[in-house]
Structures are given as structure tokens and as C-alpha cells.
């Protein structure tokens, strides 16, 4: 009876741990924030787009910036390593929040925050095969005082043949939603 009740722990440990074919990344602590890179979908398939994040944590009372950062700071900014032939699209800014300092006026985010970037994946991509993507991200974090921060972050995701309805949605389908609904209209 020990023996069974071993092998199912066992079976289930792997299951979970190794056996299956989902996303792996691991967030990163860096001064006052967490940083990590996302996706909208637990995979990828060849010769069609995703999205994936950065999604960033500052501490309570602090911030990072927009792409427009305002009278201080400096914009998020990403440097990607994708397989060959795909392509990133530019960030997709989600609208910022003003936020004053002394005099300053300057715009970015607090709280948790993600900034989407669209992906358009190779024809090349293999099903049954993991991609590793990487990105250096660098930033600015600031309450009063600001500290520049930056982080080579990866994710590994598995290529099948799934079309994008199939594929599921992440545990930051929320995040996702939240840049989603402060795009700007022009």
C-alpha cells in the first residue's frame, strides 16, 4: 500500500513539476519593484501573433514611467531576443496616471502595470518544441527619489499547433485586459 501511494505522489509530482508543457518564467525583485515577462497565452504557434508583457510591481508609493514621462524620468524600454523570424511590435502604452511631485508633473504608473507587446512569430517554429524568448528590460523606479533598474528576463513557452482561440488564456488574462482597456483612442 506504501509502495502505490508512493508512485502516485510521485506520478502526480511530475505531472505537475515536469511533466507538462506550460509556460516557465520567474519574476524578478530588483530596488522597490518586481518585473517579470508574460503571456497573454499558455503557447505559441508558428506563423501567427500573441501578446506578451512586461509586467512590473513597484512598492506602495512608487512609480515608473510612460512613454511621455512628463517633466522627469524616462520611458521603459526593451530589448528583445526572439527566434528568427519573428518580429515585436512596439510597446502598446497603456494610457499613464499623473503624478505630481512637488512641482513636477510627470506621467507613468503605480501598482501593478503591464505593457503589451505583440509578437508575430515565424512560419519556421517546430510544434512540440519550447521557445525560450528573453528581453533586457530597463526602467527608472521612483517615490521621490529615483532609482534606474534593469533585468535580462525570459519566458519559455511551447510551440503547437493551436490556433489562438484554443490556446487558452494565462493567469494574467487580467493584466492583459487592463492595458487593453487604456489604450488611447485617436
Not at 520567474?26 to 503571456?39: A, F, G
Not at 508609493?61 to 524616462?74: F, Q, R
Not at 518544441?129 to 534606474?148: G, H, N, R, Y
Amino acid at each position: 500500500m506504501k509502495a502505490l501511494f508512493r508512485l502516485l505522489i510521485g506520478a502526480l509530482i511530475y505531472a505537475v513539476i515536469g511533466g507538462l508543457s506550460v509556460s516557465h518564467a520567474n519574476p524578478v525583485w530588483r530596488d522597490h519593484i518586481e518585473v517579470e515577462l508574460v503571456s497573454e497565452t499558455p503557447s505559441i504557434t508558428p506563423g501567427t501573433s500573441s501578446r506578451l508583457g512586461l509586467r512590473l510591481l513597484p512598492d506602495d508609493e512608487w512609480h515608473t514611467y510612460w512613454l511621455n514621462p512628463g517633466d522627469s524620468g524616462l520611458p521603459i524600454a526593451m530589448q528583445w531576443a526572439l527566434p528568427l523570424g519573428s518580429q515585436a511590435s512596439p510597446i502598446a502604452w497603456p494610457y499613464p496616471q499623473r503624478i505630481e511631485i512637488g512641482h513636477l508633473v510627470n506621467y507613468g504608473f503605480e501598482g501593478e502595470h503591464l505593457l503589451p507587446i505583440e509578437i508575430t512569430w515565424s512560419n519556421d517554429l517546430v510544434p512540440g518544441e519550447d521557445i525560450t524568448l528573453s528581453v533586457d528590460a530597463q526602467w527608472l523606479v521612483c517615490k521621490v527619489e529615483c532609482i534606474p533598474g534593469e533585468a535580462p528576463l525570459s519566458l519559455t513557452l511551447p510551440v503547437t499547433h493551436a490556433p489562438a482561440a484554443d490556446r487558452g488564456e494565462s493567469r494574467h488574462a487580467a493584466l492583459f485586459a487592463w492595458a487593453d482597456q487604456r489604450q488611447p483612442t485617436w
